[in-house]
């Protein structure tokens, strides 16, 4: 592939993930060193978000309304939780930003608190949390081109980044020795650029429950708090959210 | 007792386009811009579901084979009517339920907007992309054309969309850029 002529046809199938992974590593790595690149898949990719936002809650069917009024409250509910919000804050339009990846997943009140946090965040580091709940290979490993990305991005325009990445269900996976072909590369983004490593203290206690077996993390890894506590905890501080 | 388990195959069925209707019925909203159109399609999605059953020969291919449907049902309406693909009258204005956030409002306005301008077929595919997440093989089995146009309407539509939107989002998205989670 002619990484530096990639036409908007091969950026739009890398955005949709429908090229094969060895085409999909070299884009990601392009897009390290190339802002021009990072640029035209960041406004593909918020055109893509944008389409989908803009008809995640149409005016209501009169099929709903029908329901609604002879069923229980659960499914408001669940309309409700249907138009859950999400923000990217500067993320995106700004020409030497890079968009993740990843769908930035807040509630909508979390999503106005971030705008009313984000002024001082600008003003400071950037401060991302990106959450891994699998262990998928091809999620993994998108998430951690995501976090090389951000990382080289802001290194580059000289912002300071404070990164964590917080695992738990099937994530934890990635930081046991033995287990994980991640380890070294996870221990790379903690020396080298001071990522936090969290596991969920439920998701550990469930795996030792269901396995029997100490469940053995790479060195450095906090494991005192559940998922649930600590991302609520940064959202409430206007971290970015990315779930990958 | 086949009468019983055909009951119970005829319900289970019809639980499982009930928990798609929603979604349906957003697809059939970004196609058309009309909320009673829309109900209408998806209702005789679900009716021609329901009476085709027996040709739905894997359940894994139900969501295609659903908006397939949808999307007869939508290309037989625009033929009945004889109406041409730029139709549609916008409804938006006093619908678009964002009160708590003007700002946010008038981007989701804006994008319809610009979407509602695209050619049907761009139209099309692009909320079947962006909105329903189906991968350009099940786009192309939904509105039946090769992969290859797919691709090229997915592509010109969203170079449309970006050099609309752009414009928007200097003055607007800069600042604040809303994502959706499916």
Not at chain 1, 8 to 34: C, R, S, W
Not at chain 1, 192 to 209: E, F, P, Q, T, W
Not at chain 2, 64 to 75: D, E, F, M, T
Request: glycine letters at 4%; a negative charge; one cysteine or more.
């Amino acid at each position: 592939m002619d990484i530096k002529n990639i036409s908007e046809d091969k950026l739009n199938l890398f955005v949709d993930k429908q090229l094969d992974t060895d085409e999909m590593n070299e884009i990601h790595e392009a897009l390290l060193d190339d802002k021009d690149l990072r640029e035209r898949v960041c406004q593909l990719k918020a055109v893509r978000e944008l389409v989908g936002y803009a008809y995640s809650d149409v005016p209501g069917s009169a099929y709903d309304a029908h329901e609604q009024s002879r069923s229980s409250s659960m499914f408001a509910k669940a309309i409700a939780a249907s138009v859950t919000l999400v923000v990217g804050v500067l993320l995106g339009w700004s020409t030497y930003e890079y968009s993740p990846n990843a769908i930035q997943a807040i509630s909508a009140e979390n999503a106005f608190q971030y705008v009313a946090n984000h002024v001082d965040v600008e003003h400071g580091k950037r401060k991302i949390v990106l959450h891994i709940d699998s262990s998928d290979l091809q999620v993994v490993n998108a998430a951690l081109n995501e976090a090389d990305q951000l990382l080289a991005t802001y290194r580059q325009a000289n912002t300071p980044i404070e990164l964590d990445i917080i695992t738990n269900k099937k994530g934890i996976n990635i930081l046991r020795p033995g287990m994980s072909p991640y380890i070294a590369r996870i221990q790379e983004l903690v020396a080298n650029d001071g990522v936090a490593i969290y596991a969920c203290d439920r998701s550990i206690a469930k795996a030792l429950k269901r396995e029997g077996v100490d469940i053995v993390l790479m060195p450095g890894v906090a494991k005192d708090k559940s998922a649930r506590e600590l991302i609520p905890e940064r959202l409430k501080q206007g971290w970015v959210y990315i779930k990958a | 007792m086949k009468v019983v388990k055909d009951l119970v195959a005829a319900f289970s069925l019809k639980a499982e386009f009930a928990k798609r209707r929603n979604k349906l019925y957003r697809i059939a909203y970004s196609w058309c811009h009309d909320a009673a159109l829309a109900d209408d399609l998806v209702q005789e999605t679900i009716y021609k579901a329901l009476k085709n059953a027996s040709k739905l020969r894997d359940v894994n291919t139900m969501d295609s084979w659903l908006y397939r449907i949808l999307y007869n049902c939508w290309h037989d309406y625009l033929r009945v009517k004889g109406r041409n693909v730029e139709f549609v009258e916008m409804h938006d204005e006093e619908q678009v339920d964002h009160s708590e956030n003007y700002q946010q409002s008038q981007i989701v306005k804006r994008v319809r907007a610009s979407v509602e301008q695209l050619p049907l077929p761009l139209r099309e595919v692009v909320t079947l992309a962006d909105f329903a997440g189906f991968s350009y093989a099940q786009i192309a089995e939904i509105t039946e054309v090769p992969i290859g146009t797919v691709m090229s309407r997915l592509f010109r539509a969203r170079q449309n969309l970006k050099e609309q939107l752009l414009e928007f989002g200097s003055d607007d998205l800069s600042e604040f850029k809303l994502r959706r989670v499916k």
